[in-house]
């Protein structure tokens, strides 16, 4: 008498359990926990309430120089010749 594989249960029940470990793995997971100096953060963005006008400013500049640029730059668009049609035979 001859033995028949079952393939396609082989694989379900393969898939069955990567799907189960998978899903342990990614429910055990912990995040790693850094250790966060909160006064030093908070003394940037102190740093960063003081100097906000000083900082406009400079935006303002960087882009009317950007603006300035991008104009210069752009160059007339080239006419494309149109695509020859290919005869029906």
Known sequence: MAVTRLERKGRKNKNVAKNRV??????????V???VDVDAIKKEFDAKKA???VKAKKVEKTVEAKAEKSVKA???AKAKAPKAKKSAE
């Open 22 to 31: 998978a899903t342990i793995q990614r429910l055990s997971f912990v995040p």
């Open 33 to 35: 926990i850094k250790n």
């Open 51 to 53: 100097k906000p006008a």
């Open 74 to 76: 752009e160059k007339p």
